[in-house]
């Protein structure tokens, strides 16, 4: 939806778009994608999500503002890199 500007589920073309997602528990605050650190330290948050919501079925799609800043540490968040296409013949 971010790309197209339609809902890949039902076609609708009006797209609304959430600038900071929020959540409510004990007091409202930005939502995060949430990576877990480890069973000593707990989660830690990795980047605040914007979310693009259809407006005609409500499909929703998150995205992490700044996916740059996302820590790989290859055994809880693992970076999967599609290999290059092989040449065309
Ligand atoms: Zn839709």
């Known amino acids: 939806m971010r790309n197209t500007g339609q809902c890949p589920k ?37 980047g605040d999500l914007a979310a693009y919501c259809c407006r005609g079925c409500g499909y929703v799609e998150h995205y ?13 968040v693992v970076e999967l890199v599609r290999p290059p296409r092989a040449p065309y013949r």
């Not at 409510?24 to 995060?32: D, H, N, P, R, T």
């Not at 992490?64 to 809880?76: L, N, S, Y």
């Open 10 to 46: 039902c076609g609708c073309g009006v797209i609304l778009l959430i600038q900071t997602v929020a959540s409510v528990g004990e007091g409202l605050y930005a939502a995060q994608l949430a990576v877990v650190a480890s069973a000593e330290f707990g989660v830690r948050a990795a």
């Open 64 to 76: 992490v503002r700044d996916p740059a800043t996302v820590t790989v540490d290859g055994q809880r």
